[in-house]
């Protein structure tokens, strides 16, 4: 029997688009995410917002997928911020000491929120 370890699901809300994540983040799952990510940066959406509210498992390799994920953006002068962190991913970013690598808000609405107005302040007056 198969089963799908991690669902993605892309929803745009501009500036941003939110990346909603459920099922486990693992070895197995990672490209699955770093292509995601890859395809919209390629898209030209940088500014990305990964919920992680229905993540029910992430290890390392999961952790690095964010690491990648998280780096592909900035190289694209965009940024990422995290959501709906808990659980064990919650436990590997403090126990790792990376949680403060990301920018995290507690809901999508709060990131995008966010972006709006980081993109406001970065537009100038003439």
Partial sequence: MTTQQLEITVSDHQP?????LRGELD?????????????????????IVVDASG????DSC?????L???DDIEKAAGSMRLTGVHGILK???EATRLR?????????????????VTASQ???MV
């Fill in 16 to 20: 941003a688009v939110v990346v909603a």
């Fill in 27 to 47: 070895i197995a799952s990672g490209d699955t995410l770093r292509r995601a990510i890859r395809n919209l940066v390629r898209q030209g959406r940088v500014k």
């Fill in 55 to 58: 993540l029910r498992f992430c």
């Fill in 62 to 66: 999961g952790l690095e997928a964010l």
């Fill in 68 to 70: 990648d994920a998280r």
């Fill in 91 to 93: 436990i590997v970013l």
């Fill in 100 to 116: 403060d690598t990301f920018v995290i808000d507690g809901t999508p609405v709060e990131a995008v929120a966010a972006m709006v």
């Fill in 122 to 124: 970065h537009v100038s």
